[in-house]
T-cell receptor, first 109, second 117 residues
Framework: SQQGEEDPQALSIQEGENATMNCSYK?????LQWYRQNSGRGLVHLIL?????REKHSGRLRVTLDTSKKSSSLLITASRAADTASYFC?????????FGQGTRLTINP | NAGVTQTPKFQVLKTGQSMTLQCAQD?????MYWYRQDPGMGLRLIYY???????DKGEVPNGYNVSRLNKREFSLRLESAAPSQTSVYFC????????????????FGEGSRLTVL
């Protein structure tokens, strides 16, 4: 199975701090994506990193990919209350797309 | 652009009833997906369709059928609903290469909340 595993399952930090969440997987991938889900809503794409890339940035987001360890991390810098949401990694392997179980991030004012 | 539209947004069924969830996208994507999300969990793939006329099983296909009616529309049918199918269902679409590799983001609908009593 390519099921992604994310940790931590829940993370609570103060506004302004950085948040890091991790995603691990079991098989080879073509790319890995990160999504945000606000409560009760659909998922919104944040960033995609390809298997031949090691790091990507988008605004306050930084994603790394280590294919030798089969893991990726999402760093959100200078967190804001609006970043409160669940974050999911999406693993693109051979044709199928599989989500991790998510990290629930809470930003405290 | 409407993006991905799902209907209905809410539905309550009794055990054994049938229903169809509708999904349509206006982005000319070739691939479409149905996921279910249970409380506190990630999304699990039910079925996907890499192109018009083709469908494939995902992780949790039992109890469901799908139809890729045309390039725009991908429906999910519950023939005999069970309480275990109480969930939030998400439809998504994306562009994939002929080899089935997704090259970009998935676009999601807002979800259909199904309760089976």
């Amino acid at each position: 199975s390519q099921q992604g595993e994310e940790d931590p399952q829940a993370l609570s930090i103060q506004e302004g701090e950085n948040a890091t969440m991790n995603c691990s997987y079991k098989t080879s991938i073509n790319n890995l994506q990160w999504y945000r889900q606000n409560s009760g809503r659909g998922l919104v794409h944040l960033i995609l990193i390809r298997s031949n890339e090691r790091e990507k940035h988008s605004g306050r987001l930084r994603v790394t990919l280590d294919t030798s360890k089969k893991s990726s991390s999402l760093l959100i810098t200078a967190s804001r209350a609006a970043d409160t949401a669940s974050y999911f990694c999406l693993i693109q392997g051979a044709q199928k797309l599989v989500f991790g179980q998510g990290t629930r991030l809470t930003i405290n004012p | 652009n409407a993006g991905v539209t799902q209907t209905p947004k809410f539905q309550v069924l009794k055990t054994g009833q049938s229903m169809t969830l509708q999904c349509a996208q206006d982005m000319n994507h070739n691939s479409m997906y149905w996921y279910r999300q249970d409380p506190g969990m990630g999304l699990r793939l039910i079925y996907y369709s890499a192109s018009e006329g083709t469908t494939d099983k995902g992780e949790v296909p039992n109890g469901y059928n799908v139809s890729r009616l045309n390039k725009r529309e991908f429906s999910l049918r519950l023939e005999s609903a069970a309480p275990s199918q109480t969930s939030v269902y998400f439809c998504a679409s994306s562009y994939t290469t002929s080899g089935g590799v997704n090259t970009g983001e998935l676009f999601f609908g807002e979800g259909s909340r199904l309760t089976v009593l």
